[in-house]
T-cell receptor
Framework: KAGVTQTPRYLIKTRGQQVTLSCSPI?????VSWYQQTPGQGLQFLFE???????NKGNFPGRFSGRQFSNSRSEMNVSTLELGDSALYLC?????????????FGPGTRLTVL | GNSVTQMEGPVTLSEEAFLTINCTYT??????LFWYVQYPGEGLQLLLK?????DKGSNKGFEATYRKETTSFHLEKGSVQVSDSAVYFC???????????FGQGTTLQVKP
């Protein structure tokens, strides 16, 4: 079974631009969660989608948004990029979703904001 | 709120040494507990998990036991290899927030 895939793997953007990241979950998984990883803040939860609905949201500004499609693929969008948005963005999928289900992570998208 | 605390790193060991990485948690209810590993330049890989008190998770020679009385989930391995060099994250999942809460990560370096 193929794992979680994320595209692109690397992105370089400038301040003020916007960016869209994509995540394809493991086949059959209906829940997709997004996390931001930075050296200073560690791993922080952004949001979780299940059956095209956002079920949970972390403490991030409204510039961070996402969506999920009927095939469970998910996209994350960051508008008006700031230098502090430079991070590794990780996507995770699970069968029916947290809290009890195991989440499986993709390789991440490394975003650099200049 | 829920939180996870891991021992500070980096941890440097010689090959075949015994490994312990401490993890304690604060949570309401009965969270599930996980250890994830991150190799350089990669995402997180699930190493092991435990879903209830006294459960022992194990994988690839690593073990951790869910201790509710001490709110701990320490990671152990009897004999580490150079290939075990990575960052290890302890995490919990519980309540209805739908998210994993991670510790700050512990870097393990194993020298030949």
């Amino acid at each position: 079974k193929a794992g979680v895939t994320q595209t692109p793997r690397y992105l370089i953007k400038t301040r003020g631009q916007q960016v869209t990241l994509s995540c394809s979950p493991i086949s059959g998984h209906r829940s997709v969660s997004w996390y931001q990883q930075t050296p200073g803040q560690g791993l922080q939860f952004l949001f979780e989608y299940f059956s095209e609905t956002q079920r949970n949201k972390g403490n991030f500004p409204g510039r961070f948004s996402g969506r999920q499609f009927s095939n469970s693929r998910s996209e994350m969008n960051v508008s008006t990029l700031e230098l502090g948005d430079s991070a590794l963005y990780l996507c995770a999928s699970s069968l029916a979703g947290p809290p009890a289900d195991t989440q499986y992570f993709g390789p991440g998208t490394r975003l650099t904001v200049l | 709120g829920n939180s996870v605390t891991q021992m500070e790193g980096p941890v440097t060991l010689s090959e075949e040494a015994f490994l312990t990485i401490n993890c304690t948690y604060t949570a309401t209810g009965y969270p599930s507990l996980f250890w994830y590993v991150q190799y350089p330049g990669e995402g997180l890989q699930l190493l092991l998990k435990a879903t209830k008190a006294d459960d022992k998770g194990s994988n690839k020679g690593f073990e951790a036991t869910y201790r509710k009385e001490t709110t701990s989930f320490h990671l152990e391995k009897g004999s580490v290899q150079v290939s075990d060099s990575a960052v290890y994250f302890c995490a919990l999942s519980g309540g209805n927030t739908g998210k994993l809460i991670f510790g700050q990560g512990t870097t393990l370096q194993v020298k030949p």
